[in-house]
C-alpha cells in the first residue's frame, strides 16, 4: 500500500475517534503519540483547549532516556499517570490516536492503570 494511502487511512481513523473522545476538566483526554523515537502523552481539557499535565521522552526528567518500544511506553505510562495524579486527575478517557490497542499502546494503558488511573 502507498504510503499515502496509510496516511489517509490513519487520519481517518484519528478524525473517527476524536469525534466520540471529549475530555473535560473532571474527566480528560489522555493523548497518546508515538514516533518512530519518541512518545508523548497529554491530558487535555478539551472544552477548554488547555493541556492539564504532559510526560514524555524528550522531556528533561528521567523519561528522556526512553525509547518507542514496549518497554518505554511501560516507563512513560507510569510516569504519565504518577504526574497526572499529583495534579489532581484520577479519571480519564483514553485517546489511542488512530493506533491499534495493541503492543505499546496497551502497555502504556495497562502501566498507568496499574499506577492508579481509571479509564
Avoid at 53 to 78: M, P, Q
Amino acid at each position: 500500500m502507498r504510503t499515502e494511502k496509510k496516511q489517509k487511512l490513519e487520519q481517518l481513523r484519528r478524525w473517527r475517534i476524536r469525534k466520540k473522545v471529549t475530555g473535560t476538566k473532571d474527566r480528560p483526554r489522555m493523548a497518546v503519540c508515538f514516533s518512530s523515537e519518541n512518545i508523548h502523552v497529554q491530558f487535555i481539557d478539551d472544552e477548554t483547549g488547555v493541556t492539564l499535565a504532559a510526560a514524555s521522552t524528550v522531556s528533561k526528567t528521567e523519561a528522556n532516556k526512553l525509547s518507542a518500544n514496549v518497554d518505554g511506553a511501560k516507563k512513560i505510562g507510569a510516569i504519565a499517570a504518577k504526574s497526572a495524579i499529583d495534579k489532581g486527575i484520577t479519571a480519564v478517557v483514553f485517546d489511542r490516536g488512530g493506533k491499534r490497542y495493541h503492543g505499546k499502546v496497551k502497555a502504556l494503558a495497562d502501566a498507568a492503570r496499574e499506577t492508579g488511573l481509571k479509564f
